[in-house]
């Protein structure tokens, strides 16, 4: 079902009149120190255009923590990351550093201003070096993954455990964070014109991947920005399997397109609202949907014979979609994370079937059993020739190559040495610099 932009005015003023009191009801929790209070819409509107949420809530998050590293922690990262600099591989694989069940990957190079880089499935640790003046410890990046499986506040929980272990570190504060809503609809989201959202930013996109249309972002750069687009598309480039079995468990039928609509939020913003704690900004999701949703952009039936945007009736789309409850529940959330960050097996087991066929088909062979012990043959003699030019044992190649992806995939830890040592170091640190 399409929605035009002649849709019936009384329809859409009904929604919009409920989504724009629900929104002053949010806007005014941006000066409170309160929970946002709003309701999910259930009107009828909603349901004519097939309006479902399956999940919503924050999908990224970075933060920042002032503070200070410890010695012990800077010596050993500064010399990690002299490993990680190696023009040999087999050295390269060492540049790890591990806290509790954290392997980190330490990084080649920083980032900008920040020297060292730690990274695995959770989290992308910048840090910097002690008295950098103005500069925090550590800015963090929460990935997606792991806010898909767990609660905002949960996940900053165990990266402060982290951060604690490596110095002296105070409450997080925001740098930004992204919320959004995956939803199902009958609304043909490439139905409308630029003309028909009215925003406050100066610069709209609109996509497509795949020779089909997947979206558009409004405002990219700024200090807000929004970006509604086709999930279900976009996965098939960025790999994140993970949302469909969330989907199917939230309603989804395996088969309609999910879109997502996301606001991201910069600390320039956050800081103008009073918003620059976490927990200040956790509390206000609702006051922040709402300023964006209904202040800051909008989506609207074009009106011709009314030459005021802000007067043009609100689309009922966007009445669904400002209606979100952030108060509540935000759908199901993943029962299983680990901090590895390998390709699934899945995925790696398509690689080999597909590298499988195309060997057989190079040699002639049809039948797997009659062709395996021939591909094992093959695959023996290239290794072992590969070792003979590069005069290494054939274990050992296969050893080296192993530690340098687990290295990446943070999944095996290549050297035990000095990590017990240098978390008893940083909590002594911790408790000298606070005077214990």
Known sequence: MEIQVTQNKT????ACGAG????????????????????????????????????WGVDSLYLS???????????????????????????????QYVVEDHVFEVKDKGSGIFPFVLRDNAFRIALSRPKSGSLPMAYVQVSSPMLSAFSPQRAEAQLSDVLLKMGDVEAARTSRIDLYVDFMCDVDMESWSRQAWVTRAHNIQSYSCLGQFSGWSIGMGGVIAARLYDKTLEIQTSGKEYLKELWLQAGWDGVRPIWRL???????????????????TLRHLGGLWAYATDEWLRLTLPNEEDATRSRWPVHPLWACLASIDWGGDGG??????TSVSAPSEKQVLSRMLSSMTTLMALNGHLSL????????????????????????????????????????????????????????????????SRGG
Not at 22 to 30: G, M, T
Not at 31 to 49: F, G, L, R, V
Not at 70 to 76: C, F
Not at 332 to 337: A, E, H, V
Request: aromatic share 6%.
């Open 11 to 14: 329809q859409s003023d009904d």
């Open 20 to 55: 724009r009191a629900r929104a002053a009801d949010q806007r005014a929790e941006l000066d409170k120190d309160a929970a946002p209070s709003n309701t999910a819409s259930n009107n009828s509107n909603c349901e004519q255009i097939g309006f479902t949420p399956l999940r």
């Open 65 to 95: 923590y002032p503070g200070m590293l410890a010695d012990s922690v800077t010596r050993k990262l500064e010399t990690l990351k002299r490993i990680a600099q190696s023009e040999h591989e087999s050295e390269q694989a060492k540049a």
């Open 262 to 280: 996301e606001f991201e939020f910069k600390r320039e913003l956050l800081t103008q609202k009073g918003l620059s704690g976490l927990h200040q």
């Open 332 to 337: 199901p959330l993943l029962n299983r994370f």
């Open 369 to 432: 059993d009659a062709a395996w012990d021939g591909l094992r043959l093959r695959l023996d003699n290239h290794l072992h020739t590969l070792c003979m030019w590069e005069g290494i044992h054939p274990d050992q190649y296969v050893e080296e190559k192993v530690r340098i992806k687990a290295r990446r995939f943070n999944s095996i830890l290549n050297q035990v040495d000095e990590a017990p040592d240098l978390e008893e170091e940083a909590r002594q640190y911790l408790r000298q």
